[in-house]
């Protein structure tokens, strides 16, 4: 049973640098594991398997929750699964502009985050965090992670995941999860995908961006599946933080990888 949010994966290769740029948001460290063991299932997640990675857990009150991910190096295209879409008073003042027609997201799905944040967003490159993001003026809230763009060739197919990992959608688009506790939230913003020069459709935990959508679970060692994650899966168990965990890493057809967080102690 999936209980709610426990990060969007952020990869990145240089963890200092990324922590101190989330921090201007409001990012502060949960914790932090600098040589944790990269279980040897998760090669095929991977374009290059390192056995020890660093991972360091983020959190802002009234944002996503982030984990940074340090493989060593980033390899390859950034991960068009899923783009962050932050809040702030004003973009950073090192980002790069980007075109709309940069993004792996068609005109109808650029409408569809319009329509559904109320405002525009626009497109930036940030140097820090090496990937291509969104933006929103926070226009008075919690400066974050608020959302995510979901690109997607199959809408339905991208529905039945979202349901089936116990999102809802509302009136505008926007699908939240169903839990009760502000800081487990996430939401995503299903849109229509367009291939793009600099992206790929094949996440891998190493590569520039956003990859991975991780959720906190119970019971993973028994029950059944989503029907939607039944494709190339891989289940190990480590500790994380001090907790002995279970983790299943999913692929699914469309979208990003999903992972569940069992933690049993």
């Known amino acids: 049973m999936i209980l709610g949010l426990s990060h969007v994966a952020l990869s990145c290769d ?8 989330l921090a201007a948001f409001g990012y502060g460290q949960r914790f932090d594991a600098p040589e944790l ?6 090669a095929p997640f991977l374009s290059r398997y390192q056995p020890r990675h660093h991972i360091r857990a983020l959190s802002r009150e009234g944002a996503m929750a982030i984990e940074l991910l340090d493989h060593g190096s980033q390899v390859g295209e950034q991960a068009a699964a899923l783009i962050p879409v932050f809040k702030s008073a004003t973009p950073c003042p090192d980002w790069q502009a980007r075109a709309p027609d940069e993004l792996p997201i068609a005109a109808e799905g650029l409408d ?3 329509d559904t944040l109320g405002q525009p967003t626009r497109a930036f490159h940030d140097p820090v965090l090496s990937m291509t993001l969104l933006w929103i003026c926070a226009d008075g809230d919690a400066p974050g992670l608020h959302a995510c763009a ?6 339905e197919a991208t529905a039945t995941l979202l349901g089936q990992l116990r999102f809802r959608p509302d009136a505008s688009g926007l699908w939240s999860l169903l839990t009760p506790l502000p800081a487990l939230q996430a939401r995503l913003i299903p849109v229509t995908a367009r291939q793009a020069q600099g992206w790929t459709g094949t996440p891998r935990l190493d590569a520039p961006g956003c990859a991975c959508l991780a959720f906190m679970a119970r019971g993973t060692d028994h029950a059944r599946l989503p029907a939607a994650l039944q494709g190339h899966t891989v289940s190990f168990s480590l500790p994380i933080n001090g907790k002995d965990s ?4 999913a692929r699914p057809d469309y979208g990003p990888m999903i992972e569940l967080v069992d933690q049993t102690a």
Do not use: V
Not at 14 to 21: F, Y
Not at 150 to 155: A, K, N, Q, S
């Open 14 to 21: 240089d963890i200092e640098a990324s922590t101190a740029r």
């Open 37 to 42: 063991e990269n279980h040897a299932a998760k």
């Open 112 to 114: 569809r985050l319009r």
């Open 150 to 155: 979901l690109p997607t060739p199959d809408p």
């Open 246 to 249: 279970r983790i299943t890493l």
